[in-house]
């Protein structure tokens, strides 16, 4: 199978690298490409970005947020994970054999001395533990099958970004299911490195083939997508499925709950209530907020075109309200 070498870091250039070469290239037999992303988490299509996302967290680390168009949960990825992508040609996407992609990653795994089985259709388990996942998409005669190596991936800062108030989100959109996850790592010699790991599976799954080079205006086409859509809030926060948030906190100058419906990622009604002492209609503030897009920068801009003061008096800061329009 021929491969792509690739060693761009960018979360959203990954997913436009795929859709690429699922609908847009001039493919005519498979080809596969391994990347990793520097800090990155990664929803499935269907899913609710506001509900999967610790959003404070993301941004106070410069953790990056891109949907992805195949379905299944949230994963969060850094250096210390190996994502795989296959793309190839299928008549029946129903009678494809997910092992012919599963089995020689388990082989290679197998021959660095590492006790990998493969667990249902997607997953590799190492004693009881996930340390890969899968999902597909098909478009036109192609398949995408796709996923995650957990190698020495950061699991505080994954279980801290995959961990928001779910209680606060009212939606029917695709929820991420928790597994053990387990590390690769820890099933290997000492001084065995992720790049090593990435040559043997390579070596594997290449058997002999040739490197795929991509054209210069290949990857150009890559760029325009990445910038004209997968980077875009529309695309990452805005095709979230229609829901409900409810959040509430105390402030030095009252408490403020907020009941609103998001719909596309943009605010469809909104009710402001609490204690706060404010000589201004707060009617004024919801009606201004409709429309707007469900996120900290959007609120906080707007609010500060309004007179912000006369709404909840001199103890609740523009920051502290925009605070409350993430989870």
Sequence with gaps: MK???????DAYYNVALEHYLLEEADLTEAVFFFSQYGNAVIVGKNQNSFAEVNQAYAREHHIQVARRETGGGAVYDDLGNISFSFVLPVEDPGKVNFKKFVQPMVDALHQIGVAVIADGRNDLVIKGKKVSGSAQRYVNGRLLHH??????????VMSHVLTPA????????????????????????AGFTILDLKKQLTKELAAGDNELKLSSAAWARVQQLRDDTFVSWDWNWGT??????????RFAGGRIELHANIDRGRISAIKIQGDFL???????????????A??????????????????????ISIQEFADLFQN
């Design 3 to 9: 491969y792509i070498s690739y060693q761009n870091t």
């Design 147 to 156: 996923g995650t190596l957990l190698f020495d991936i950061n699991t505080e």
């Design 166 to 189: 779910k209680d606060k989100f009212i939606s029917k959109a695709a929820k991420s299911v928790q597994s053990r996850v387990g590390l690769i790592k820890d099933a290997l010699p």
């Design 240 to 249: 979230t499925p229609a829901f409900q948030f409810n959040q509430h906190k």
């Design 278 to 292: 404010g000589i201004g209609d707060i009617s004024q503030l919801e009606q201004a907020l409709i429309g707007q």
């Design 294 to 315: 469900f996120s900290h920068a959007a609120v906080e801009k707007l609010c500060q075109t309004l007179p912000f003061k006369n709404y909840f008096g001199e103890n």
